[in-house]
């Protein structure tokens, strides 16, 4: 083993590598491609670099002990790191050596690059008829004639003037009942959640309410702040999975579980404080201005918008407690573990998940902080690895009240599948693996500044062309040293495969096509001797080294591609249909791919390219659904037991389907559309 | 202001007077009669004597400050006081002097006379249709074929086998079940709640589970530990309220809310501390020997009865989660004090309670520690005075299913009265104080070893022959030396009244006839000036002086008696009835009460000697009831909303009649029934 170099790996990036001993976090982060906030310039002055140290040991991480691998404390840190954080691990990236093998997470505020999330609301046709609606009413007040108790007399009115019979209330509104009641002098308004129980009451007369959509990705969460009410979409708030220390995917959330008696306390622990942090977001006011809130003529409570005249801007002003509704999409294990339940078989054959129905739980008993008598609305699962996300993406999209065959993909860590129509809708999983996410590949990055997101080669010259996030002129365009290119994301993996297959310098069967290379780009590795193609020399780069594409690159972009066509070919099979009518593609992927690209690289079966369409983040979409519309929580709930559930990996010839699926691209008549679109050599190679 | 004496007081006894400085709190609370335990005989070797130095200030209980009232600490104490302890204010009685006025807490188990609590459970039909109902199931394993969630595989069973429907299911069972399940191999027995909710999953078949049913008065708490499959009675637990330290009576403790920032949250907490500590005595073990739980054949759990043979005795050993369900019957101001509601208006003119309706709440919503997904269920609430606990009275006597007309008074530090048969019910409250309970009187004090609890006075000599608790002799064949009587209780006072009256020692007007005294027991108090009756002389006392009735006390009962008297008179008069066909008593003191002294005294209107019946603690039976028999929750709600409730202080002639019931006995035509029993000259009395 070599003693001078020590190996260090970044979460929640996952880049990783041998750097120096001595080399301080953040000349490491640079080699590396990881991204650390330095505005100061490593002077230890700005305290923009924290990083914390993680445990962990040589078995996981290659990490043995925290204390002994780094340098020791610096007096310039005790400025900007307090005792807690510093018992939990933090350190200023600039002011600490590397010493030995360490695992660092690099805390989301200081990212360099932070994540390109894109889960903007789309519009979305929902008919309004929220799970928590307002109700005003002026009561009478209690008589010796009529000693009736305080919630008996808002019932009775609640009924006479909207029809609302049997109610309950929450202990904790009860509590301040009647206070409330005299404070508005026997005029308030009630919220009611699914006309069944009282949540809130405030005094005198006030038209809006507040919610949450909450879509938990095994990567991202990402949360439409709605105002009930009008329905609007006040913002969009999103942040990293914290779950991602533990595990970038599924399965290794659930081990990690497995192999820790507090693991599940302490994953489920953190998306709860990163609800909490969404919520914290949300509700303090920083939002983009948007149209005024409406102020009704006899509403008396105080304006919740601030102007702020000298920006022209108005900001929302709320407290938690004002957000009274939540709906939540994830997958069934980030919602097992989100609510403390055993994920443990669901990540074991025949893996039930433990409950399918929606579960309307007190925040409260969640720890989440919201309104204290709000309830959480949990999106029903369709199967073990088909989650409630899946089923907020067939809210959203309804594709059983179409006659159409939609083939709908939700490509995240794990891909989602659902094929039908009207008649009949089936769906199953298949496990793409991060890599088209751009994790695994020697230069791969999620979506962030820096990545290459976009390529062309010339089927003449080999010559790569290419574009990165942050930057809008191509590579042509610009100066080498301009573009500071990192690695490429999944969009640009996409194009990538589908470009050198086009050109020729990989064949069918994902091998490089040695005798037709036409430029120094294209070599063998003096270290590995695996062959691989330059995409970006060094110069171009931040990193300061060629970025590269190996043969093994190729190979785990082709097991990604090869496990989702199979998948969508064995459902096609299933269904006994020809072919799909429309192709939506959902998902952060979904909207950056080029659906040209896709079918090129034989993502999924032929369709009209016309026909392919991004859906973009249907799943949050379904969850602002559920959170706007009641009776999208039925639908949701029937949609979720009339899906029928495809195992794969137990369809007959699924190995073989499988291995044929990873050639790029299929026989011609397997792919009419790709006449023209693909050179003739191409396509009719042997 | 005399600086050698200083002035203490004990709670929850209410003792109160002045003694020496210097004098150790255990001397003090023997010449105040005030019950300390002292096994060793203050050598400081027994540690029986811990008592509590109460904060307070000179405004409310004339206390200043505990620093600075009492002797230092002594070594000696640290064997007995943990420094938690000690931070709480905690002494030993015999170690600790008397330096300055004080407030002294005895906890009750210190009290050397613990309170004879008369709540024994009653034989009381009762269906059997339990809140909480046990299902034994065989689930079928997940397959490929058939990966349905865990949860849905047991309410397919159970709507399969039970007919179950629609069920939902507590997170907290939730998290537990895929384990359970596996556990068990896939049999397990299922606890419904109310056919709605899944409150616990048990691996195997098991036939047994358990419930208390709770009733907490102002002064004390009861708990029926039952079994629910069986319906039997496990063991009565029962303690005193230690809201009792912030006031003897419902109003005094809205006062202390009123008058203190955390004044709800601590009286809630006292209460919740209390049923915690209650559940644990049901769930410890340490019951009386019972009928062994009967064991099915296939019964696959362990067994929850250990014998232990030396001692021929069977002995439940359960855990608080073996506790899944609960109800509660209390009156108004207990009921929100329990729940944090604020009690305020309660208290305040016209007196709504802030809820009626019964409330299903989370036990640990409200921190009561037993099955954690168990309910409580409060029993509604008829009026502002007329709390959850008259509901309990009502739905174990059913009144509104006869045909005589009742009239059932639950005689407590409030008295509660109910008229009326299947036609009508009317129900009122009467302010009857706590005097009817012993207190306020000079020597009134709880049923305790020591009190006095029967008397007959000879109307010819007016010697006095008594009993007291914990002696079976009456006095008359005792020597003086063994009486060790300490003071009077509830039903000696009534005893009392009747017997003075009947004597001829007080007229009808309740003046002491100073002319018709026949011994040297009537004479002038030389302090106070004011006439007074000897019960005891001092050598049969244990408190070293006479104990007597002043002419003051015989107010105070008078008061009591002549409120709810006037309360029955008016009610009946509401109804516009002659007469009631029958008069229950429920309550500790109804257990107690003779009749005919009852009737002697004029506590209620004329009936006939056999229809005076005592109902014992109807208002714990009810809330059995409804724990045994869900249609008793109904029941409840139902008869809560259809009692017309009376309040007779707006009532016409209120005043007048409330004067004239001060008066003892009533005019012969009002209490034909009296004839024979009182004498003739008593009776006829101008």
């Known amino acids: 083993m070599d003693d001078s170099n020590a190996k260090i790996i970044f979460q929640p990036s996952g880049r990783r590598g041998k750097v120096p001993k001595g080399t301080t976090v953040i000349e490491a982060s640079r080699m590396l491609g990881a991204d650390i906030e330095a505005l100061c310039g490593e002077k230890k002055i700005c305290g923009k670099c924290k990083i914390r140290i993680e445990e962990g040991r040589f078995d996981k991480y290659g990490v043995e002990s925290r204390q002994s691998h780094v340098s020791p404390w610096q007096a310039e840190e005790d400025k900007f790191i307090n005792a807690e954080e510093k018992a939990a691990g933090y350190r200023l990236g600039c002011a600490t050596k590397v010493e030995g093998d360490l695992l660092v997470y690099v805390p989301e505020e200081s990212r360099a690059g932070k994540q390109v999330v894109s889960k903007a609301a789309r519009n979305i046709l929902i008919e309004h008829n929220p799970g928590v609606k307002l109700y005003y009413i002026e009561v009478a007040k209690p008589k010796f004639e009529e000693p009736t108790g305080d919630f008996e007399r808002i019932c009775a009115k609640l009924e006479s003037d909207y029809g609302l019979e049997d109610l309950g209330i929450d202990i904790q509104t009860l509590r301040n009942l009647p206070t409330t009641l005299r404070q508005g002098d026997w005029k308030v308004t009630v919220s009611v959640w699914m006309d069944k129980e009282v949540i809130r009451v405030r005094p005198g007369k006030t038209i809006n309410s507040y919610g949450l959509a909450i879509d938990i990705g095994t990567t991202t969460v990402a949360a439409y702040f709605c105002n009930l009410s009008t329905m609007e979409v006040i913002d969009t708030v999103s942040m990293m999975n914290p779950q991602c220390k533990y595990g970038e995917d599924v399965m290794s959330r659930i081990t990690y579980h ?140 309804e594709p059983y009240n179409r006659d159409e065959i939609q083939l709908i993909i939700d490509i995240g860590t794990n891909g989602e599948l659902v094929l039908g129509n009207k008649q009949k809708l089936i769906s199953s999983s298949c496990a793409t693996g991060p890599a088209l996410e751009g994790a695994q590949l020697t230069f791969g990055m999620r979506a962030a500044p820096g990545a290459i997101e976009r390529i062309r080669i010339d089927p003449e010259t080999h010559e790569v062309d290419y574009k990165v996030i942050g930057r809008d002129a191509w590579r ?211």
């Not at 509700?283 to 003529?297: F, I, N, R, S």
């Not at 069967?509 to 005798?515: C, D, E």
């Not at 096609?572 to 429309?582: F, G, Y």
Request: with cysteine.
């Open 476 to 686: 042509k365009y610009s100066e080498s040293s301009e573009m500071k290119a990192k690695g490429i994301c999944g969009s640009g993996i996409l194009d990538l495969l589908a470009e050198l297959f086009r050109a020729g310098i990989v064949a069918k069967s994902g091998a490089f096509n040695k005798k037709n290379q036409k430029s120094n780009r294209f070599r063998e590795n003096p270290d590995s001797g695996q062959a691989e193609f330059v995409l970006a020399w060094a110069e171009e780069t931040s990193i300061g080294k060629d970025i590269v594409i190996t043969q093994k690159d190729v190979r785990q972009i082709q097991l990604a591609k090869g496990a989702l066509y199979a998948g969508c070919k064995l459902m096609i099979r299933r269904m006994a249909i020809e072919k799909v009518d429309k192709v939506k593609i959902a998902g952060a992927f979904g909207t950056h791919v080029d659906r040209e690209k896709a079918l090129v690289m034989g993502l999924f079966p032929d369709c009209e390219i016309e026909k392919i369409i991004s859906i973009g983040n249907a799943a949050g979409d379904g969850c602002r659904a559920a959170l706007l519309n009641r009776d999208k929580r039925v639908e949701a709930n029937w949609v979720s037991r009339n899906v029928e559930y495809i195992e794969l990996t137990v369809e007959e010839n699924f190995q073989q389907e499988f291995v044929a699926a990873l050639q790029l691209p299929h026989m011609t008549d397997e792919f009419p559309h790709l006449k023209g679109i693909l050179p003739d050599d191409v396509l009719n190679q042997a």
């Open 258 to 397: 497995m192999m820790n008696k507090d693991g599940l306390e302490k994953m489920s622990n953190d998306i709860i404080e990163a609800i909490n942090g969404l919520i914290g977001q949300a509700v303090k006011g920083t939002h983009p201005p948007k149209t005024k809130v409406k102020k009704e003529k006899d509403e008396t409570a105080p304006d919740e918008w601030i102007e702020l005249p000298e920006e022209g801007k108005t900001y929302l002003r709320l407290a938690r407690e004002d957000i009274e509704d939540i709906t939540i999409g994830c997958n069934t294990a980030m919602h097992h573990i989100l609510l403390k339940i055993n994920p443990e078989h669901v990540g074991l054959a025949p893996f039930p998940p433990v409950v399918h129905h929606s579960l309307d739980i007190k925040a409260r008993d969640l720890g989440i902080h919201v309104n204290p008598s709000a309830y959480v609305f949990m999106l029903p699962i369709e199967a073990g690895f088909v989650g409630a996300d899946n089923v907020g993406v067939l809210i959203a999209e």
